[in-house]
């Protein structure tokens, strides 16, 4: 009896060789694998076929990666994990800013790649599960994890499987404070990774459920920590936290850039 595949993964890349390659092991650790060589097809491809995951290419000629990202999530909420050169961390950053779930910088190692879509294929599956608990609400917003529906003031906002997951991770422990670490662990489910990730999808979801993301009220900064999520936020002065973020996300790329990402 044959095994079924694991899911369908979209393979992205214009250099053939990164293609085979990738295609290769993924083929062998048991999912069903699609190839395309650039944006046009890989949305033709998409449509035709819609994958679970897409492995995506930054530099792709024509088209680039960023844009086809943001196609890709016009469409649906797919997981995408981002190909990048080692370096383009402006690159890599935008990639996380349109929607992708995780980036891996080449050269790369084929076995991890594998290991990372496994990852997030099983968080996306996760996410996808009703959970049995109620809506959760802070101020304005309420948040249904069985619907997988979040509102602020009753208008319906526009997430991302992470930045949902995040939004509802903050949500199930308000007042508590959580370093980078934990989040990667609890919302991401990986024990590696760059934590700018986590600067970056909090930024964005600051971006959505705040009055001011320069000044939030909802997600606070907590110096030397990470972030706390305070449920019943106050109105009165507070301090600007672009600084703040832009700050935390320099630090980790300059630590990035020494050391490499970590595995």
Do not use: N
């Not at 998409?46 to 679970?52: L, R, V, Y």
């Not at 964005?204 to 936020?233: F, M, S």
């Not at 106050?234 to 935390?248: E, F, L, R, Y």
């Amino acid at each position: 009896m044959q095994t079924p595949p694991l899911g369908r993964v979209l393979v992205v890349d214009d250099d053939p060789t990164v293609a085979e390659v990738v295609a290769g092991y993924l083929d062998r650790a048991g999912y069903d694998v699609d190839r395309a060589a650039d944006g046009p097809a890989a949305l033709d491809r998409a449509h035709a076929q819609p994958p679970d995951l897409v492995v995506l290419d930054l530099m792709l000629p024509g088209m680039d990666g960023l844009e086809v990202c943001r196609r890709l999530r016009e469409r649906g909420p797919v997981p995408v994990i981002m190909l990048t050169a080692r370096g383009d961390e402006g690159e890599r950053i935008l990639g996380l800013e349109v929607g992708a779930d995780d980036y891996v910088t080449k050269p790369f190692s084929p076995r991890e790649l594998v290991l990372r879509v496994g990852s997030v294929l099983r968080r996306a599956r996760a996410a996808g599960a009703p959970k049995p608990t109620g809506p959760l609400r802070a101020g304005a917003l309420t948040v249904d994890p069985a619907a997988r529906r979040a509102t602020k003031e009753g208008d319906e906002l526009a997430l991302t499987i992470r930045e949902f997951d995040l939004l509802a991770f903050f949500l199930r422990h308000p007042g508590r404070a959580f370093d980078r670490e934990e989040l990667m662990r609890e919302v991401w489910g990986w024990d590696f990774g760059d934590l700018s990730t986590v600067t970056v999808h909090v930024r964005r979801l600051r971006g959505k459920i705040e009055d001011d993301p320069a000044a939030p009220r909802l997600i606070q900064t907590v110096w030397g920590v990470g972030y706390r999520l305070d449920p019943d936020p106050q109105p009165g002065p507070t301090v600007a936290h672009d600084q703040t973020d832009q700050t935390d996300l320099t630090d980790w790329t300059e630590q990035t850039e020494r050391t490499g990402p970590r595995a």
